[in-house]
Nanobody, 115 residues
Framework: QVQLVESGGGLVQAGGSLRLSCAASGSIFNINFMGWYRQAPGKQRELVAIITSSDSTNYVDSVKGRFTISRDSATKAVYLQMNSLKPEDTAVYYC?????????WGQGTQVTVSS
């Protein structure tokens, strides 16, 4: 089994920054990729950013140039640096790990951006 624990969410004013962290533990052998998703109230969960085992990254258009995903392969952690935050970034952010045919999720961390 794989466990993911997110941290770093909170309340910030528009234009501010937050850094999310996700620590992975358990039976991890061959990570395909790790990523961050978010879900705002009344909306579907959407992909925010992913990073592969070869450090290729991809972002949803709405966060390009503002968010940066990174990882530490030694500690199996993934991070999301969020700058120039906007009220529309308000959501619960979830860490995701894909290993083979399995997908694992963290419990989520709330990010609230006030205008």
């Amino acid at each position: 089994q794989v466990q993911l624990v997110e941290s770093g969410g909170g309340l910030v004013q528009a234009g501010g920054s937050l850094r999310l962290s996700c620590a992975a533990s358990g039976s991890i052998f061959n990570i395909n990729f790790m990523g961050w998703y978010r879900q705002a109230p009344g909306k579907q969960r959407e992909l925010v950013a992913i990073i592969t085992s070869s450090d290729s990254t991809n972002y949803v258009d709405s966060v390009k140039g503002r968010f940066t995903i990174s990882r530490d392969s030694a500690t199996k952690a993934v991070y999301l640096q969020m700058n120039s935050l906007k009220p529309e970034d308000t959501a619960v952010y979830y860490c995701n790990l894909r290993q083979g045919f399995n997908s694992y999720w963290g419990q989520g961390t709330q990010v609230t951006v006030s205008s």
